[in-house]
């Protein structure tokens, strides 16, 4: 079990879509539909602003390419848009097992990074995700300071010890 909170961010209210109260899902998930397998979500603030909110989902599909949902509770637009920038989140307990190898982007940040050698790059401030490869946002301990490393195990990560809350990394970029 990774240490802090036992809720996962696995997605993102993006906005109200339609009239009816549906809302548009901005996934973290891979496959984006796996969002919806989980259940139920909680609704939270991520800059904590706001209570949390338990919601189940009455119906998904497509549309375009993203996803749209009507969850309880939300019967029009003006609901809807209340619901604008909350995460969608969900109990550790409820998420399986990584395989082998992965891992979910919750447990990866707050890490420390080190380059090779064992020199303290940063921290894993959050994670990109950029079609081609994952993107870890590393901040360093001087303002300002800031890496984009690829997160690619076997190639740019090297090693991930989730005890030790450490990610060592072979980058060329770094100096």
């Not at 809807?80 to 909350?86: P, R, T």
């Not at 090779?116 to 870890?136: C, I, N, P, Q, Y």
């Amino acid at each position: 079990m990774v240490a802090g909170s036992s809720l996962v961010p696995i997605g993102r209210i993006a906005g109200p879509h339609g009239i009816k109260g549906w809302v548009k899902i901005s996934s973290f998930t891979d496959p984006a539909q796996n969002v919806f397998g989980y259940a139920p979500w909680i609704l939270r603030d991520p800059k904590g602003g706001r209570s949390t909110t338990q919601v189940g989902v009455l119906e998904s599909r497509a549309h375009g390419k993203g996803w749209v949902a009507r969850l309880e509770g939300v019967a029009d637009r003006n609901a809807a848009e209340l619901l604008k920038g909350l995460e969608i989140v969900v109990d550790r307990e409820s998420m399986p097992e990584p395989d082998e190898g992965q891992y979910y982007w919750a447990d990866l940040e707050g890490m420390q990074v080190e380059d090779k050698v064992g020199r303290v790059l940063g921290r894993l401030d959050h994670m990109l995700e950029t079609g081609s490869a994952d993107v870890m946002v590393i901040v360093g301990e001087q303002q300002g300071e800031r890496h984009l490393i690829p997160f690619i195990m076997g190639d740019t990560v090297v090693a991930v010890d989730l005890e030790a809350r450490c990610i060592r990394v072979d980058w060329a970029g770094v100096e």
